[in-house]
């Protein structure tokens, strides 16, 4: 049954993707440019209704949270790559996905380059990547634990200024 | 015309992006309430890892990484399946044209526009398994459950991705 939940969801994600032509790397580029923020406004705006709910639903039933560890060297660092290849690219290891469901020819090229990536990975793990992800592991911390409040709280106040800032930001920038 | 983005969200009328976002919120929420929270870069691994434990299983057994991921029997494999099928429903029915226009400047031929789209698949799936998840596992997920190590993350990918997106753009080549 879990499959079949995660199935549903990454066809829900898939379609809603597409439909805000976040698998569009032309688009994904305007939005690293800041001459359109559709895109991060429709992140911001996924994150902030998905942790007021998430969080609310956590009084009342058990969830599946999985918090990721900060090892924060290894976690920036992947991001500074991260975001190198996302630039450049303008596709993220979801987006691609849902690209080649659409027929874009890019989007397998990305696809074929991910695997690629995963491949020297899983090659220069054990000697590069494990002794890094060691530099200031703190664990699977969240905000909550940071500023010892309730989660809760942290997730209405968040999300409330998340909401606030997808509210304030223009959709579209004028170019000097 | 006039773009409806541009208009100022209202409960009455939320502008198309808002709505998507919301409902992307919802989803996300029901994923974490009945699975776990979203995540798709994991799963490059551990398809490398299956096809290697085909060809050379040897070597694919001694990879302490591939180990360590497992097989494709796993929610996220899932997701990823729906990725592609929902991609494919929604430009069927009467999503945006899936255009294949340059993305920067220095993009001037099809061939450069599949050589960035490969060199960035490369980048983006090797720094999130440096990292441990990609925008949905730690910008999605990662932010939805107030993971400090999600902020880390997109910190860093919104450094690089608008510093390499606006380089390539004014410079042409």
Not at chain 2, 40 to 56: C, D, E, K, N, Q
Not at chain 2, 157 to 173: D, E, P, Q, S
Request: glycine fraction near 14%.
């Amino acid at each position: 049954m879990t499959l079949f939940y995660a199935l549903l969801v990454g066809v829900a994600m898939g379609a809603l993707i597409q439909r805000v032509r976040a698998s569009s790397p032309a688009m994904i580029a305007q939005n690293l440019r800041l001459e359109n923020l559709v895109v991060i406004k429709f992140m911001a705006m996924t994150i902030a209704v998905g942790m007021i709910l998430a969080y609310l639903l956590s009084l009342i039933t058990p969830m599946h949270f999985d918090i990721k560890p900060t090892y924060v060297v290894g976690v920036l660092v992947g991001g500074l790559v991260f975001g190198v290849g996302f630039g450049l690219g303008g596709y993220c290891p979801g987006t691609c996905v849902v690209g080649a469901g659409e027929g874009r020819k890019d989007a397998l090229f990305a696809l074929l380059g991910g695997v690629v990536g995963a491949f020297l990975f899983t090659l220069a793990f054990s000697s590069f990547i494990a002794p890094l992800n060691k530099l200031m592991d703190y664990g699977k911390i969240t905000l909550a634990d940071v500023l010892h409040l309730p989660a809760v709280g942290v997730a209405l106040g968040l999300g409330a200024i998340f909401l606030g800032v997808v509210y304030l930001l223009p959709t579209e920038v004028k170019q000097r | 015309m006039a773009n409806p983005a541009t208009t100022a969200p209202t409960a009455a009328k939320l502008p198309p992006w808002a709505m998507l976002g919301a409902i992307f919120g919802v989803v996300s929420a029901a994923s974490i309430l009945t699975w776990g929270p979203i995540g798709v870069s994991g799963t490059y691994p551990r398809f490398v890892g299956a096809v290697l434990r085909r060809i050379v299983p040897d070597m694919a057994h001694a990879n302490p990484y591939l180990e360590k991921m497992g097989s494709l029997i796993k929610p996220e494999t899932f997701l990823v399946i729906g990725l592609l099928i929902g991609g494919f429903l929604a430009s069927r029915l009467g999503g945006p044209a899936a255009t294949n226009e340059a993305v920067h400047t220095g993009e001037t031929t099809t061939g450069k526009r599949y050589r960035d789209a490969f060199i960035g698949g490369v980048l983006i799936v090797f720094g999130a398994r440096i990292a441990g998840g990609c925008t949905s596992g730690h910008i999605i997920s990662g932010i939805t459950q107030l993971s400090v190590s999600g902020l880390i993350f997109a910190a860093g990918v919104f450094a690089t991705g608008i510093l390499t997106a606006k380089m390539l753009h004014k410079g042409g080549r």
